[in-house]
């Protein structure tokens, strides 16, 4: 008799345990390809807010393009990002600081 509920305190052990880990080990984070249009302009709202309470001010469109970029960036190389004219080489880091 005791045998039979060891079998079963065992798969309960392993599943329970097989859960936990699921739990930990899951990532919930929210990825770029899941947020709408609609809450990209709130996003754009937000960071150029968020820069000009900084004193860094930065204009909604430039804000919408940086991320754009970045979403073009994430796609990989399939969707190779078209770069303005005149703005230097693709990967320079001119206006970054350096």
Known sequence: ???GFDWWLLLVGIVAGAGLSWLVLADFRRRDEEIAEDEQALEVDWIA??????????DEAS??????????????PASE???PA??????SRSGLGD
């Open 49 to 58: 807010g968020a820069l000009t309470t900084a004193g860094r001010p930065l």
């Open 86 to 91: 005149g703005d230097g080489e693709p990967g």
């Open 81 to 83: 990002p078209e770069w």
């Open 63 to 76: 804000v919408a393009e940086v991320l754009r970029l970045h979403r073009a960036w994430l796609a990989g």
């Open 1 to 3: 008799m005791i045998a």
